[in-house]
């Protein structure tokens, strides 16, 4: 390996955030508040959360509904959840190409699309992992509801 190389990697694996950054916290407790204060930022001012909460709350009526068991559910988790993380890296993102781009550049473009892409890809998966885990039962349900007695 190049000994520059080798510098850089050991300069990249030394070099501590807390140094860089106003924000940086050693306390739990900061960086929870913090956390919280992106996920109240999110579902104030990005339209996709509140969207995205009416989904996630049909998504539970459905599942409880249906009596869908614990394997089933865990996977609409990791569905659901997925989209929610690709929405907030998304904002992360739009966040960053803003404040490095105030002007339009058709690279923070780039970078702002790709998030975007990467929310659509996620929303698909997790729309085709619902239709799989929630059609079946909710198509009984409804059925049984209008077969005479």
């Known amino acids: 390996m190049d000994e520059e190389l080798r510098r850089q990697q ?3 694996a030394n070099t501590n955030p ?7 916290s050693q306390s739990r407790w900061r960086s929870f508040v913090f956390a919280w204060a992106g996920i109240a ?5 990005q339209m996709n959360t509140r969207i995205m909460g ?12 249906t009596g ?15 989209v929610w993380v690709a929405e907030f890296i998304n904002a992360a993102i739009e966040a960053a190409a803003d404040i490095s781009s105030p002007s339009f550049h058709p ?3 780039v970078a702002k ?4 892409g990467a929310v659509l890809v996620a929303s698909v998966a ?24």
Do not use: E, N, Q
């Open 10 to 12: 050991h300069k990249t």
């Open 126 to 149: 997790a729309l085709l992992v619902g239709a799989f885990i929630l059609a079946p039962p909710l198509i009984d349900k409804l059925s049984a509801g209008f077969r005479p007695h």
């Open 41 to 45: 930022y999110m579902l104030r001012f």
């Open 107 to 109: 690279m923070a473009k």
């Open 113 to 116: 699309d790709v998030a975007a």
């Open 68 to 82: 869908i068991d614990a394997l089933r559910w865990a996977v609409l988790v990791l569905a659901v959840a997925l």
């Open 54 to 65: 009416a989904a996630t709350a049909a998504v539970l009526i459905a599942g409880c509904w």
């Open 18 to 24: 807390a140094d860089y950054s106003w924000s940086s």
